[in-house]
Structure formats: C-alpha cells, structure tokens
C-alpha cells in the first residue's frame, strides 16, 4: 500500500490538515475545484472568524500563525450577549482568562491565504487545483478518486473537507443529520461614530440577531445579522443609506452613525452533523463532519481541532508501522472528534431555537438563562471555557 493521503477542498480544514501532516513521509496530494488564482489570493468574503486559544495555538505550530500580520488580528477583550431590549448583558472579560483576549478575529481569506502560501512551500504536498472530484471509491485494500478530468488517483487515506454540502460524503452514502435554521446571515464591515473598545456584543432581539465584531481599527466593526429568510431580499436590496440607517437603528445609535465600508455579504444557515466521520480508509473533517451554525463562533474552530486530532491518530499508526486507513486508526478519531463536538453541536442549535422563539415562555426562559449564566459561576466557568477553549 502506497503512504499517499488525499485531500478533497482547499478551505480552511482540508489546508490545515495539509499542513499537520508535513513532518511525516506522506505524499499529500490536495483537490481544489477552485483555481491555483483563487487560492493564492483569496478575495474578502465578508467572514471575520472568532478564534479560540486553543486555534491559535494549532495555528502557530502549523507555522500559519506569523503568515498573519497583526494588523490584521482583533483582540476581542470582552464579550455582552443582550436579549430583547432589555440592556442586562451576561458580560465576559478577558481578565477571568488572565490572557491579553478572550478570543481573536481574523477575516476568514486571511486565514485562507496563510495555510495556501504555507502549504505552498512543502515539498511533500501537491495541490491539484481547477478540478472536482467527481468520485469516490474505498475499500478495505484500496482507495481513489475519480477527477473530472477522468483522471484517478490511488491513495491510502481519502479525507473529505469539501463543504457542509460535500458531495464526496454523499457519494460515500454516509447520511447526516441536517437542519435548515430557514435564516440567513448577512455580514458585512461598518464603520462607526463611536469606538467599540474591543467588546464583541451578541443581541438576541426578537425575531432575528444581530452581533458586533470588533476589528483592529477602533471604529470599525463586522456586523453579523440572522434574520428570517424571507427578510433577506430586502436588507441585501437596501441602497447604501436606508442600510446604513437601518442598522444604526436597530443597535439604537449605541455606537453613532454607522457606515457600510465592504460589501454585504450573504450565507444561508444550515446546521450539519454527519452520522458517521469515517469509513474504509476515508475521514471527513470540517465543515463535511459538522457544519455549525455560526451564532458560537465554533465552525473553523471545530474544524481545527478535529484535522488535529485526525493528524496525530496518523501519526501514531505511522509511528507503529500500521496502515494510515486502518478503522481502528481512524475509529480513534471518530470518537475522540464526536466527543467534542456532539455537545457543543446540540448546545448551539439548543441556543438558535430558544432565541429564535419568541413566545413569552421563550423570553421569560431567554431572560433566566442570562442571568444563572452571569451569576451561577459553575455555568459562566463552561461556557467562557467552551467560548475561549482555555480550561479556568
Ligand atoms: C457568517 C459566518 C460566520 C462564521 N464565523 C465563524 C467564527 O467566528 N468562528 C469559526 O470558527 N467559524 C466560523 N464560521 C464557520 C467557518 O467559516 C467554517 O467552519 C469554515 O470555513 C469551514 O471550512 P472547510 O474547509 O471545512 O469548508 P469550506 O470553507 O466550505 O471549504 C471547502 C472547500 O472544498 C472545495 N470543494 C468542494 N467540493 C469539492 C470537490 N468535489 N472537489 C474539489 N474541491 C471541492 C471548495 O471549493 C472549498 O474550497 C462562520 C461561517 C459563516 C457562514
């Protein structure tokens, strides 16, 4: 059996993944549908991602870390989630963590960009761009991809990382749990009248939310709001001005007038879980494993964390002379990566419907849950835990 891994999508998890496995004998080949162009130089798509202690530490040693320039990394210094109108906020501050930030934000072609000029630079890594995968096949004894092109490629291990919608998991008949949330984010960058002093804030209004991200620049933010479906046309059709007031509304002129300073960007919200992450000799990580709605931030972060895990179960079986596609290779890391995260899947989704419903139970329980989260230390502890990934 030949030591060749192949990777199918160049996002985030696949490129990381790359990179994870450079220090071992492998031949790393990695499937990208878009163009080598693309790749190199990403272009803005309107994703600031909230990272974790935790990513950045997976992504100092994948050397990807210093690729960034800090100009371009937002420290988030506190954090205030606010339901309904009431100005109560469940408040976190960096200082419970003793660390400079509770989190740190970094446009998601930023991120992109560094893992490409990264994986670029390896001798055991081949990016096969401008092609799709249109087939899979893996046995016991073998594994290959089938190219649009017709070409086929042998491997040991085939990872799929090619988008919540992988086509390479259907393909596998590996079913997965899906839930369409029927909202849709709209993102976008904004300049503000007043400074937002590194505090991201969370707003649970009624009948959709709305985040500020704040960015390196005092008064420049990334505005994330999900909002019903059927909402969408109208805010994307706004012109310049009727948004710009709109927006500076709905945060009630907290932080003065607000300017759009990017484009608007739009994502429809779907929740995955994939009932399986394996089978003979294939893995799927990223967003093809768990598609996290992006209300905790967790997406890339789980993302991260599980081509991790993935790459030292590798490594191990390399270690121990044993095949890379063995189940029991593999199994360990469908275990160990279900286990983190299963909880924090249910737990988010747990969060979009209660915030989301807006029956006066609903907003009684969203009004409680606040406020034990503020005052009952145990539950604050978890979830500034599960929020930075530091253990307090
Ligand atoms: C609005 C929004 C905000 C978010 N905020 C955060 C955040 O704050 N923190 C966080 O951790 N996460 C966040 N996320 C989630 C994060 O963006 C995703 O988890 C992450 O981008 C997923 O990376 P991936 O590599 O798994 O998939 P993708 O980025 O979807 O990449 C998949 C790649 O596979 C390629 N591909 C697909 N099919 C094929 C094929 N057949 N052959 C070859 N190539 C193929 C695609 O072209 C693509 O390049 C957010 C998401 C959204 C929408």
Known sequence: MN??????????????????????????????????????????????????????????????????????????????????????????????????????????????????????????????????????????????????????????????????????????????????????????????????????????????????????????SSIVMTIPMEKSAKLMNMNNKEFNDCISNKFKNKFGNMTLVSKRYQYSLTGVFADQFIANRFALIGDAAVGMHPVTAHGFNLGLRGQNTLSLQIKFAMEHGLDIGLFQTLDRYQLRHRRACRSLYLGTNAIVKLYTDDSLLAKITRKIMLRIGNNFIPAKKRILNQLTEISI
């Not at 309904?84 to 930023?110: I, Q």
């Not at 089938?146 to 086509?167: C, E, G, M, P, Y």
């Open 3 to 220: 030591n060749k891994v192949v990777i199918i999508g160049a996002g985030p998890a696949g490129l990381s993944l790359a990179c994870s496995l450079v220090d071992t004998d492998l031949e790393i080949i990695v499937i990208e549908k878009q163009s080598t162009k693309y790749l190199s130089s990403p272009s803005y798509d309107g994703r600031e991602i909230a990272l974790t202690h935790f990513s950045k530490k997976v992504l100092e040693d994948l050397g990807v870390w210093k690729r960034l320039s800090s100009k371009t990394i937002s420290l988030i210094k506190e954090a205030k989630v606010l339901d309904g109108n009431s100005s109560y906020a469940l408040h976190f501050d960096r200082h419970k963590v003793r660390k400079n930030a509770l989190g740190y934000l970094v446009s998601n072609h930023l991120i992109r960009k560094a893992l490409y000029k990264e994986v670029i630079t390896k001798p055991n890594i081949k990016i096969i761009s401008g092609t799709s995968v249109v087939n899979v096949n893996t046995g016991e004894h073998s594994a290959f991809v089938k190219l649009k092109n017709n070409k086929k490629i042998q491997a040991s291990l085939i990872v799929a990382a090619d988008s919540r919608f992988s086509t390479t998991r259907q393909n596998m008949g590996i079913s997965a749990e899906t839930h369409d949330f029927k909202r849709v984010a709209i993102v976008c960058r904004m300049k503000h009248q007043k400074p937002h002093h590194k505090i991201a804030y969370e707003c649970f209004h009624y009948g959709e939310t709305l985040a500020i991200l704040p960015l390196v620049q005092k008064n420049i």
